[in-house]
């Protein structure tokens, strides 16, 4: 049964009173039946990847980056693994292939953007994290922070969703899983920190439609994502000095929903004009 846009903006609305710890801690409200659900979201968008693969779909980013890898043009590592899934998923879907995927607030690029970097990261944690629980827990924060950027951003924007939401979801998420949540002794500062890092670094990426070139700003944000995360792990953190950035997350994240639904107008018109006189 649909989600009405009522009951959508009733969503939005909550998550937008929420604060980060709040945010994190819904994860360990997780029952046996959200993990099948998150496993389900997995196993959809991982057929996608085998499919962008397989036959190189659309632009074809998945399956060269993976010859690039074979033939030892670059090193297989967390970051190589996790752009390449993903980016052969959004081959194949932004190539029509029949075959489903699980979104993530509304959109199916970025499900594939806060699920397929987390579950390709399993073999490079370490095993006392990388517990299929964990993982999966990882994938659920990665969807919630998703959704709280996007009630923040809105649902359609000239800012592209996959950086600054999904992108952001998959940097909480990747957080989490290397043990972001316990490295610091305020449980969530890892995670907060890689979030802002990502948005001081992509908060400027446009949205020009939904087409095969999404694959490459997956990709984009992606080398953002695990770039963001793995400075925050390393106590790196931008200042809230720099830009938009502020001292607290949340109105890190209102500063960017601002940027998208005030800021962006005018961009988003002569994007418009652009494609139509193409």
């Known amino acids: 049964e649909g989600t009405s846009s009522a009951d959508l903006g009733a969503l939005e609305a909550w998550l937008r009173e929420l604060r980060l710890?709040?945010?994190?801690?819904?994860?360990?409200?997780?029952?046996?039946?959200?993990?099948?659900?998150?496993?389900?979201?997995?196993?959809?968008?991982?057929?996608?990847?085998?499919?962008?693969?397989?036959?190189?779909?659309?632009?074809?980013?998945?399956?060269?980056?993976?010859?690039?890898?074979?033939?030892?043009?670059?090193?297989?590592?967390?970051?190589?693994a996790a752009k390449i899934l993903a980016s052969a998923a959004a081959d194949a879907r932004m190539d029509g292939v029949r075959l489903p995927a699980m979104s993530s607030a509304g959109s199916g690029n970025h499900g594939l953007t806060a699920i397929l970097p987390i579950w390709a990261v399993k073999p490079y944690a370490p095993p006392h994290l990388a517990t299929e629980r964990r993982v999966l827990e990882a994938i659920a924060l990665s969807h919630i922070i998703t959704g709280f950027i996007k009630a923040y951003t809105g649902r359609l924007s000239a800012l592209c969703g996959c950086s600054v939401a999904a992108g952001a979801g998959a940097t909480a998420g990747v957080a989490y899983l290397l043990g972001g949540d316990l490295e610091k002794p305020e449980r969530i500062s890892a995670i907060a920190g890689?979030?802002?890092?990502?948005?001081?670094?992509?908060?400027?990426?446009?949205?020009?439609?939904?087409k095969p070139g999404c694959a490459l700003k997956i990709s984009t944000a992606l080398s953002a994502a695990f770039q963001a995360s793995l400075l925050s792990l390393r106590n790196i953190e931008i200042s809230e000095r720099d830009g938009i950035i502020e001292n607290d997350l949340e109105k890190t994240i209102r500063n960017v929903g601002t940027i998208a639904s005030e800021g962006m107008n005018e961009t988003d018109r002569l994007i418009l004009e652009i494609m139509v006189c193409k």
């Open 194 to 210: 890689a979030i802002e890092n990502l948005m001081g670094d992509l908060a400027g990426m446009i949205c020009d439609g939904a």
């Open 21 to 80: 710890a709040q945010l994190v801690a819904l994860v360990d409200d997780l029952d046996d039946e959200d993990f099948a659900f998150l496993q389900e979201g997995v196993d959809l968008n991982l057929r996608l990847a085998e499919h962008g693969l397989r036959h190189g779909s659309g632009l074809g980013i998945g399956s060269a980056l993976e010859r690039m890898v074979d033939r030892g043009t670059v090193q297989r590592d967390m970051i190589t």
